[in-house]
């Protein structure tokens, strides 16, 4: 039995932390409604050009007047939250309740802070955390994610590589050997990684991978079992242009430059995406064989081509299928976004920093931007290989535009094509936008019928899951039959 002094300490430390759990209802709730208005706030955001009216604006502004209210609340009530769990230990240093209470109200804030990529905030945190952690948090704080892996074929060979920083961007560290698949629950430090897939007989894959803190990396889709098995392609599954993104979770959508929306956990089925923007040569031959229209001799051929409606694009989609008998299409911004952004996201194509030299941007040339030309330059490169999603042109998407960002259902992105009239969504910096445009999260627009010196476009052909005869779930290229 305790002593009587040491039972009012006691007393005085559950209520305390009886307090602390009552301010969870609000907490929640203020959480919730800076949520709402921050999403209405960027949705309004997005519909208003800068030269709207400030009678137009007024209601952006009160929302996000609001927003910032309710956020200065949340952090009352946070700070609020942890000072009444603090006092509970100071009060009974012995009381385990209020210690494992205020250490799992940390780690949740630490969550938080990560998610938004506020690196910062979650160093310090980490540091109390640390502080009253009992030992339920170490496999968080310090603990190895794990990688499980499968490929069709199976006993592909495995190397892989960490993401590290150098002069602002991300580029590959030291190789480490994995071994053949299939690989299962392999430790990993957390990290941002790219996993090189070979097998005789198939061409290699690219296969970014990120582990964040305590997780498992194993590729099962939403409302899946098992793993997908990564597809190695032949030399005759991919032409030359052809970059291949096989399926799986990527962090995408949000807002990192404000901190407020962090990306979302999403799943994009595997395709095939251009490396490079539809260029002028290619257009021609399209306008001369299918509309027996002259090429430009005006226009350099090696540009990307700009000046494309969204009905003009479907067209030569639908060309290039019946040219190729592959099925050619306009990318879902999910899928553009991924290509662009990899699975870990990355504010720019080059990690968290663009310098304007590195893409065909405003600011980046001493004789200004290059208009549309096609960039091979390495660093305005997506960790799959796609080429000039930072500058260059922007490119078109199938989507309609509704100015209410990527959303997502059951960790799938909603898919809804515009119609001819509608505004279709584009991504992408272009050559006459600077660094804040080129950021991977960012969306724009282009009118029905309209087009655009700034937008161009690439393709895209999906996968579609077959059988296979060795491991049974594969993948093979979709073909107008199938």
């Known amino acids: 039995m305790l002593p009587k002094e040491e039972t009012a300490q006691r007393e005085r430390a559950r209520s305390l932390v009886e307090r602390a759990r009552a301010l969870r209802p609000t907490l929640q709730l203020t959480r919730d409604r800076v949520q709402r208005l921050d999403a209405e706030a960027r949705a309004l955001a997005r519909s208003l050009p800068s030269w709207a009216s400030e009678e137009r604006k007024v209601p952006l502004w009160e929302l996000r007047d609001d927003a910032r209210s309710a956020r200065r609340e949340e952090a009352v009530l946070t700070a609020r939250q942890q000072e009444l769990l603090r006092a509970a230990r100071a009060e009974d240093p012995t009381f385990g309740v209020a210690r494992s209470e205020l250490a799992a109200v940390l780690r949740a804030a630490h969550e938080r802070a990560e998610a938004r990529g506020a690196e ?124 291949y993104v096989p ?140 080429r000039s999603t930072a500058g260059g042109v922007r490119d078109l998407c199938e989507d309609r535009w509704d100015g209410e960002g990527l959303r997502v259902v059951e960790g799938r992105p909603v898919r809804e094509a515009a119609a001819a009239d509608d505004a279709s969504v584009v991504r992408g910096g272009c050559w006459k936008t600077g660094v804040a445009s080129a950021r991977v999260d960012r969306r724009g627009k282009l009118a029905g019928g309209d087009a655009s010196d700034q937008v161009g476009m690439r393709l895209v052909r999906s996968l579609a899951q077959g059988r296979s005869v060795h491991s049974g779930l594969g993948w093979r290229l979709a073909t107008p039959d199938g």
Do not use: M
Request: net charge negative; proline share 9%; charged share 25%.
């Open 247 to 386: 399926g799986g979770w990527a962090l995408l959508g949000g807002d990192t430059e404000g901190h407020d929306d962090p990306p979302q956990r999403v799943w994009v089925d595997p395709y095939v995406i251009q490396r490079h923007p539809v260029s002028n040569a290619d257009w021609a031959v399209f306008l001369a064989d299918a509309a027996e229209v002259p090429a430009d001799a005006e226009v350099p051929p090696d540009h990307a081509v700009v000046g494309i409606t969204l009905a003009s694009a479907r067209a030569y989609a639908v060309w290039l299928s019946e040219r190729t008998g592959h099925r050619w299409r306009l990318p879902w911004e999910a899928e553009w976004e991924k290509a662009a952004r990899g699975t870990d996201g990355r504010p720019f194509v080059t990690g968290r920093f663009l310098d304007p030299t590195w893409a065909n941007i405003r600011g980046g040339h001493e004789s200004g931007a290059l208009r549309a030309a096609l960039s091979d330059d390495p660093k305005d490169t997506s960790v799959y290989g796609v």
């Open 120 to 243: 910062e905030e979650a160093a310090r945190i980490e540091v109390a955390l640390r502080g009253h952690d009992d030992g339920v948090h170490t496999a968080y704080l310090d603990g190895p994610a794990r990688l499980t892996l499968h490929t069709e074929p199976v006993r592909a060979q495995v190397t892989i590589t960490r993401l590290v920083e150098h002069r602002r961007r991300l580029v590959p560290g030291d190789f480490i050997d994995l071994g053949t698949t299939p690989l299962e629950s392999v430790d990993l430090p957390v990290g941002s990684w790219v996993a090189e897939l070979r097998a005789p007989g198939r061409l290699p894959v690219v296969l970014p991978i990120h582990l964040p803190r305590a997780a498992h990396w194993d590729a099962t889709a939403p409302g899946g079992a098992h793993p997908v098995p990564a597809w190695l392609p032949t030399v005759r599954d991919l032409g030359p242009d052809d970059v």
